[in-house]
């Protein structure tokens, strides 16, 4: 059976999301463990409950970088994983640890990809007065949330929307994306072809919420 090993910094609401739809849809997969960089992150607990192995990776019991990264690869390795995934983990991975994972690492932002890259896009986009925002799930590359993208759903920008009720409206539409995007890989539908993703059979890669 396939297995997943999920990295996180906070809340874990998307790998919340994404393990009970595999349980509500009976996905053949293992998720071999949760790893975050920090104790206090609360998706440690949502593991837990769930019997998912939960791990700290402290990032700041690290000299560097490197040496963290070398530490999660070490981790995720002896866990066996198939696929990585990140879920609001908030760390920058150096090359090493991206090369180590190639193609079998993934991650959500939460924007239209390529708009708003980096922090804050929430903010970002109601600041740009743009009139959709979202979020993107992609596979990830050395260049930050730069990779081949899997799947994107957008959703409206509403009058009188602030930074809170937009990313609520996201973070619903990263909850339908996140799973769908992982189901997607662990049924071998995706194939990497230069910067886009080709999804076998095809259909609809941008979903409008
Ligand atoms: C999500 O909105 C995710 O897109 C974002 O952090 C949040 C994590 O929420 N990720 C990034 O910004 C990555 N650069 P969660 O812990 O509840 O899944």
């Avoid at 990140?86 to 991206?98: D, N, Q, S, W």
Wanted: with cysteine.
């Amino acid at each position: 059976m396939p297995s997943i090993v999920t990295l996180i910094s906070g809340r874990g609401s998307n790998f919340e999301a994404i393990v009970k739809i595999a349980q509500k849809e009976q996905w053949q997969v293992t998720f071999a463990g949760v790893i975050a960089n920090h104790s206090e992150a609360k998706g440690l607990d949502f593991a837990r409950s769930q019997g998912i192995p939960a791990f700290i990776v402290e990032h700041r019991e690290h000299p560097s970088r490197e040496s963290f990264d070398a530490a999660l690869i070490e981790k995720i390795d002896a866990l066996g994983a198939d696929l990585v995934v990140l879920a609001g983990f908030m760390r920058i991975l150096t090359p090493a640890f991206i090369r180590h994972f190639e193609g079998r690492l993934i991650n959500i932002h939460p924007a239209l990809l390529p708009a708003f890259p980096g922090l804050h896009t929430h903010q970002r986009a109601l600041e740009a007065g743009v009139s959709e925002h979202g979020a993107t799930v992609h596979f990830v590359t050395e260049g930050v949330d730069e990779g081949p993208i899997i799947c994107q759903a957008s959703v409206p920008v509403l009058v009188g929307d602030d930074e809170k009720s937009l990313s609520a409206r996201v973070l619903a539409a990263e909850h339908q994306i996140y799973p769908r995007a992982v189901k997607w890989f662990l049924d071998g539908r995706l194939r990497i072809d230069g910067n886009q993703v080709q999804l076998q059979p095809p259909e609809s890669q941008l979903i409008k919420l």
